[in-house]
């Protein structure tokens, strides 16, 4: 079984735009068997962070309860704090907003996280793709990992005994 996504779907706002295309370059050679779907935005045109998260969210929120995800999402804004807050409304989202490689890695280790935001002004391209490469290929270890996971899904669904 592969531990890889079957797919990614990718997003940003105008500020992250520049980075999402550096960024869908990057996945399309390093994960070329890997689909990326593009859901814009499509130029450095403003528009409004909230819709493109909301957009990957409910693309990867098709299976979020799974160990393995078979749809990973990348989204991208200034900062990143504003497109990830949009993404986790999203039910079943984890979306975690990574600086650095370590990030990145526990994000998907140690939190099972199905969605990464990154901040274009902030998060050069290059350890932005370091990032993306640790998002991408790095397992969920489980375990008590899955026990703290499952109480976060109990807040989302209200059923939470924390």
Known sequence: MSLLPRAIVIGSDHAGFALKEELRAFLAARFADIPVEDVGCYSPERVDYPTYGQLVASKVSKDATELVPSTLGIVVCGSG??????????????????????????????????????????????????????????????????????????????????
């Open 81 to 162: 704090i504003g497109i990830s807050i949009a993404a986790n409304k999203v039910e079943g989202v984890r979306c975690a907003l990574a600086h650095d490689h370590y990030s990145g890695k526990m994000s998907r280790m140690h939190n099972n996280a199905n969605v990464l935001a990154l901040g274009g002004r902030i998060t050069g391209v290059d350890v932005a793709k370091e990032i993306v490469e640790a998002f991408v290929t790095t397992p969920f270890e489980g375990g008590r990992h899955a026990d703290r996971v499952a109480l976060i899904h109990g807040i989302e669904k209200k059923e939470s005994t924390c």
